[in-house]
C-alpha cells in the first residue's frame, strides 16, 4: 500500500467525507489518494479559506477538518488559518508538499523550512515518509482531537506519498480498522473548591473556549444552575450558555460595563476552560478566583487563582454539582443575572438618539432584526471588526456550535470560509456570515467559491467605508484616518459577477424583507447593508 493511500483511507475510516484546499502539481498523487477512496477535494481561490471551511467544519460534526495545499507560498499563505485554529481550538489536519532531500539539493526553488515553521503555530508540525505515516497519522489525528483541540501540520514530499509503506496490506488494513483512542484525564481533589463554594455567597462563573472544544456545555449550564451563579461567556464561547438561560448575563469583554460591576461585587469568581487568547480584557480578582480547564487552570488573565483543577471539564464539574449542597445562603441569583443581561441590551446596544436612518441602518439593529425572524438553530460565523464585537452581545444565542468567530488570532477573511464550512456541515440549518466591507474586499474571490459549490446561504456585507474598530481609535485621539478609509464600492455588482444573488438595503423593512427573501428562495445571496457608522460612537461602551 502506497503512503498516500494509508492517509486517505486511515482518514476516511474515521468519517472524513471531504477535504479543503488549493493544490499544486506535487499535492495530485494524495488528492488523487482521497479521490479514489470517495473524499472530495473542494477546491478554495485562497489556502486561509479551505483552513477556515475546515477547521469550522470539524468543530461541527467532531472530527478533524482535514486541507492539502502545495509547498512554499501554498503553507505560507494558509499560516493565518494554520494559527487560527491552533488559537482558537479547532480540530483541522494540514497537509503540505515538501521539498525532497535529493531534490532540494539540485534545485531548491520554493524551498522554506516548513517544520519548524509551522511547529511555531500548531499543537504539531512533523514530515510524513512511509517509515512513520502509520504511527504519525494516528498520533496527529488524536492530537488534533485531545483535550485542546487544533491544528496539526504534516508535510510529505511527492517522492514519499508514493512509496510503499513497510507492512503487508493486509495488516495496514487492520490498523486502519482499529479505532484510535483519544486520552482520558483524571478529575483531582475537587475538596478545596467545595469549600470555597460553600463560603461564597454572590459566586460569578465564566465560560471560556474549552468548552466549546470540550463538547462540555450541557456540563457548564447544569453546573450554574446547580450553584445558582450568575454566568458570563469570553467572546468565543458565545452560545454555550444559551442566551435565555436565567443566570446568563452576556459575553465578558465589549459592551460589558454591568458585567465589570458584577464582577466586582463578586465574592467568588470560578472559570470554566478560560484561555487568555480569547480574553478582551483581563481581570485582577480582589477575592477567591477558582479555574477549571482541561490543560491550563492558572490562566495569566484572571489572577491570582486560590485554586486551579485541571482535568475532564466535564467530570470535574458534574463531580463539583453532585458536591454542592441545595441550601447555600444566596446573595444573589437569577434576578440579577437578567438585570445585567437587560441592561447590556437596552441600554449598552440601544440605538441613539442622534441616529437617522435617513444614513443607514444602526449596525446593533442588524443584528437585533435579523435575530427577529431567524429559526434559533441559525448558525452565524462573525469576521474580525467592529461589527464582531457586536455580534458577541446583539446577537443571541440558543445553543453551542451556532455562533463562530475567530478571537484567538482574529483575522478578516474568517467569515465566508467558516460559514461555507457551518452550511457543508448543517445543510439544513439556516447560515449567515456577517462580514464588514474591509474583510469582504480581502476575500472576495472566494465569492466563486462560494457560488461553484452553491451553498444556500446568506452573506450580510456591514458596508461604511472604512476599518471601523481601528478607525474609531483613530478618531478618540484626534490622528488622521487615510489608513482606514476607502471609496464606496458596489458589493452587489460584485457579488452577481460571482453568480451569487445580490440585493442593497439601507433601512430595517427593506433588510428584513431581503434575509426572509434569501431563506426562502434558499439561494446564495449577498445583502448589502448600508451603515450609519456613526453609531458605534454613539454607543456607552464604544469600541
Same mark, same amino acid.
Given at each position: 500500500?502506497?503512503?498516500?493511500? *494509508? ?40 489556502? #486561509?479559506?479551505?483552513? *477556515? ?18 509547498? !512554499? ?10 494559527? $487560527?485554529?491552533? @488559537? ?14 535529493? =531534490? ?18 500548531? &499543537? ?20 488534533? @482531537? ?6 496539526? *501540520? @504534516? ?11 513497510? +507492512? ?32 461564597? /455567597? ?10 466549546? %472544544?470540550?463538547?462540555?456545555? /450541557? ?19 458565545? !452560545? ?21 460591576? +458584577? +464582577? &466586582?461585587?463578586?465574592? =467568588? ?63 444573589? !441569583? ?18 441613539? &438618539?442622534?441616529?437617522?436612518?435617513? #444614513? ?30 457586536? $455580534? ?16 484567538? =488570532? ?9 460559514? +461555507? %464550512? ?85 433601512? /430595517?423593512?427593506? =433588510? ?32
Amino acid at each position: 500500500m502506497l503512503t498516500c493511500q *494509508y492517509i486517505a483511507k486511515f482518514l476516511k475510516n474515521r468519517g472524513v467525507k471531504q477535504v479543503f484546499g488549493t493544490p499544486g502539481s506535487d499535492t495530485i498523487n494524495l488528492i488523487n489518494a482521497f479521490s479514489e477512496e470517495g473524499i472530495r477535494y473542494i477546491l478554495t481561490h485562497h489556502e #486561509n479559506t479551505a483552513a *477556515y471551511m475546515a477547521s469550522t467544519y470539524g468543530e461541527i460534526i467532531g472530527i478533524p477538518g482535514v486541507v492539502i495545499v502545495t509547498k !512554499g507560498p501554498g503553507v505560507t499563505n494558509i499560516t493565518s488559518g494554520i494559527a $487560527a485554529a491552533y @488559537l482558537d481550538r479547532r480540530p483541522i489536519i494540514v497537509f503540505s508538499a515538501i521539498l525532497d532531500p535529493e =531534490l532540494l539539493a539540485r534545485n531548491p526553488h520554493q524551498e522554506v523550512a516548513l517544520v519548524p515553521f509551522c511547529g511555531l503555530i500548531s &499543537k504539531l508540525s512533523e514530515e510524513i515518509t512511509s517509515e512513520n505515516v502509520v504511527e504519525l497519522i494516528e498520533r496527529a489525528y488524536s492530537l488534533s @482531537l485531545e483535550s485542546r483541540p487544533g491544528a496539526v *501540520y @504534516l508535510p510529505i514530499s511527492p517522492v514519499q506519498s508514493v512509496a510503499e509503506i513497510n +507492512m503487508s496490506d493486509d495488516e495496514a488494513i487492520e490498523i486502519i480498522n482499529k479505532t484510535v483512542s483519544i486520552k482520558d484525564t483524571l478529575v483531582p481533589d475537587i475538596s478545596v473548591a467545595l469549600e470555597l463554594i460553600s463560603k461564597a /455567597k454572590r459566586p460569578l462563573t465564566l465560560v471560556g473556549v474549552s468548552v466549546v %472544544g470540550t463538547n462540555t456545555s /450541557k456540563e457548564a449550564v447544569a453546573f450554574i444552575e446547580k450553584l445558582q451563579s450568575p454566568a458570563c461567556v469570553t467572546l468565543q464561547a458565545v !452560545g454555550q450558555i444559551p442566551c435565555d438561560n436565567k443566570y446568563y448575563m452576556g459575553m465578558y469583554g465589549w459592551f460589558g460595563t454591568p458585567i465589570d460591576k +458584577m +464582577m &466586582k461585587e463578586a465574592d =467568588l469568581i470560578i472559570t470554566v476552560g478560560l484561555d487568555g487568547w480569547d480574553i478582551i480584557r483581563p481581570f485582577k480578582s480582589e477575592v477567591p478566583i477558582l479555574s477549571i480547564d482541561s490543560v491550563d487552570a492558572n490562566d495569566r488573565t484572571f489572577q491570582p487563582v486560590t485554586n486551579g483543577l485541571v482535568g475532564d471539564i466535564g467530570k470535574i464539574l458534574s463531580s463539583l454539582c453532585n458536591g454542592i449542597k441545595d441550601d447555600r445562603d444566596l446573595e444573589w !441569583g437569577a434576578d440579577e443575572a437578567h438585570s445585567c443581561y437587560d441592561r447590556i441590551h437596552n441600554y449598552e446596544l440601544t440605538v441613539s &438618539k442622534e441616529h437617522s436612518e435617513v #444614513n443607514g441602518i444602526a449596525p446593533q439593529d442588524v443584528y437585533k432584526e435579523i435575530r427577529k425572524i431567524t429559526p434559533k438553530d441559525t448558525i452565524i460565523a462573525a469576521d474580525a471588526g467592529a461589527h464582531k464585537s457586536l $455580534a458577541s452581545q446583539a446577537w443571541e444565542s440558543y445553543g453551542p456550535k451556532g455562533y463562530f468567530v475567530s478571537n484567538g =488570532l482574529s483575522p478578516m477573511g474568517f467569515s465566508i470560509g467558516a460559514a +461555507m %464550512g457551518a452550511k457543508l456541515a448543517e445543510p439544513d440549518k439556516v447560515v449567515i456570515s456577517f462580514v464588514g466591507d474591509g474583510g469582504f474586499l480581502m476575500y472576495a474571490g472566494e465569492l466563486a467559491t462560494w457560488a461553484r459549490l452553491n451553498i444556500p446561504m446568506i452573506q450580510v456585507v456591514m458596508v461604511d467605508h472604512s476599518l471601523t474598530q481601528v478607525k474609531s481609535k483613530q478618531e478618540k485621539q484626534g490622528f488622521n484616518t487615510e489608513a482606514t478609509s476607502f471609496q464606496a464600492i458596489d458589493y452587489c455588482a460584485i457579488a452577481r459577477s460571482m453568480g451569487i444573488h445580490g440585493v442593497s438595503v439601507n433601512n /430595517k423593512a427593506a =433588510l428584513r424583507k431581503a434575509v426572509l427573501d434569501a431563506i426562502d428562495k434558499n439561494i446564495p445571496t449577498t445583502i448589502e447593508v448600508i451603515l450609519d457608522g456613526d453609531e458605534y460612537l454613539r454607543m456607552p461602551s464604544a469600541v
